[in-house]
């Protein structure tokens, strides 16, 4: 059962049933899902959720749909590493990373897509769709597959081939745009007012976006019940980012974890970072942009959740940090060296992130910092291919002493 009550809009408050619907009628704010907690807080408790699946499902009571039907891959309950080597190369003893490179297809979005689809089916839709950055694209086609659904994906043509290919694999109409994330949002918009499909980041955000709370649910139950100092996230539409913290908060309200102190912080990567460019420049609008970054995953340049980003940073008192273009590759080098995981392009922003925050003194050394890995590496090989180099030789020990150990 669902504790879901209704939809509300998130700028006039006005509510209404929990249907696929995303944008209020009559300002054309963002809908956000409404919960009873009261009736939550009668049934949640550390060991309902200890009890429950090793997978973001144990979080169920928190989630908009019925978790016994949900259209479940095993996605979430991912590790929470100590990252001790790291942690000494950049003055941190506490030092985490929240490793959800490791979901079933390889990125944090299943945690989204999984909420969405099972939502998408409760409707009775037949159609999964999306527009995607790269990692949406993989998810939304394997869910689909798994409930048996059609689905159609749109990305812009020039992602890279590990994200068209592990999309196209499970067998959906793969659309390429000649355009921008941006273009192709739009497209879909307005193919959302046409077909009757559920596009999981569209007409079902509401319900998407909430499935990005379980981040921050485990993350509180994988440090024994209590949230971290600090939260280092990469961001693209700002969704997740905030949703982190709404669980952190809500974990806070039920009574799961003491009262919350984290700092939550945002990275960007240069070619694409309005929202750390509003934040920098201490307004509350954020002015879209043209992205230009090897960081495709968080290539959006007019963020949906941009100005709720802002108001998670300003409550949470953290920051936003842009990282360098030059830096996104050496972020992801330093976190494969020092702690033997190989994130994608948004991992690399998130680790050269962190070394900027220390750096500047936002992060003291003896506090509990937690970075969260969203994608893997071998989703973006085309950013690091040229970083490689390995030795080939002919199959003697005498070629190997000349080659490789004389070289
Ligand atoms: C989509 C994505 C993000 C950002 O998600 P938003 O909720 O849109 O900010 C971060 N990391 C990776 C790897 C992604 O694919
Ligand atoms: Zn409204």
């Not at 689905?151 to 020039?158: N, T, V």
């Not at 050496?330 to 991992?347: C, N, P, S, V, Y």
């Amino acid at each position: 059962m669902a504790f879901a009550s209704a939809l509300k809009c998130r700028e006039c408050g006005r509510e209404y049933p929990t249907d696929p619907l995303n944008v209020c009628e009559f300002c054309f704010g963002p809908l956000e899902v409404v919960y009873d907690y009261e009736a939550i807080s009668r049934v949640v408790s550390r060991e309902r959720i200890l009890n429950g699946p090793l997978t973001m499902w144990r979080y169920q009571d928190l989630l908009p749909v019925d978790g016994d039907n949900a259209v479940d891959l095993q996605t979430g309950f991912t590790p929470l590493m100590k990252a001790p080597n790291l942690g000494r190369m950049l003055g941190l003893d506490h030092l985490y990373i929240k490793n959800d490179a490791v979901n079933p297809t390889n990125s944090f979005k299943d945690r989204v897509v999984s909420v969405a689809s099972t939502k998408a089916l409760e409707y009775e839709f037949k159609t999964l769709a999306c527009a995607s950055t790269g990692n949406l694209a993989g998810s939304v086609a394997a869910h689909a597959a798994r409930a048996g659904m059609t689905a159609y994906i749109f990305i812009p043509a020039d992602l890279e081939k590990g994200k068209v290919i592990g999309a196209a694999i499970y067998g959906p109409t793969v659309v390429a745009i000649n355009g921008s994330y941006d273009d192709v949002n739009r497209l879909c918009s307005e193919l959302a007012d046409t077909y009757p499909w559920a596009f999981v980041n569209i007409n079902m955000r509401p319900y998407y976006a909430e499935g990005s709370k379980t981040l921050g649910y485990e993350v509180a139950e994988q440090l024994g019940w209590q949230a971290p100092a600090h939260c280092i996230v990469p961001s693209a539409s700002g969704s997740m980012f905030t949703k982190i913290w709404k669980g952190f908060k809500e974990f806070e309200d039920l009574e799961l974890i003491p009262k919350v102190h984290t700092h939550m912080h945002m990275t960007q990567a240069a070619g694409c970072a309005p929202i750390a460019e509003a934040y920098e420049a201490g307004v509350t609008r954020v002015r879209p942009v043209k992205p230009d970054t090897v960081a495709k995953s968080l290539a959006i340049g007019n963020p949906a959740d941009g100005y709720y980003s802002l108001k998670t940073i300003q409550e949470s008192d953290g920051d936003a940090t842009i990282v360098p273009e030059e830096e996104v590759v050496t972020g992801i080098q330093m976190l494969a060296e020092t702690e033997g995981i190989f994130t994608e392009t948004a991992g690399g922003v998130v680790i050269s992130g962190l070394k900027r925050l220390v750096e500047r003194g936002a992060i003291k050394r003896d506090e509990v910092t937690v970075a969260y890995i969203t994608g893997n590496g071998l989703k973006t090989l085309e950013a690091v291919e040229h970083t490689v180099k390995p030795v080939t030789i002919d199959p003697t020990t005498a070629s190997f002493e000349a080659e490789v150990l004389s070289a």
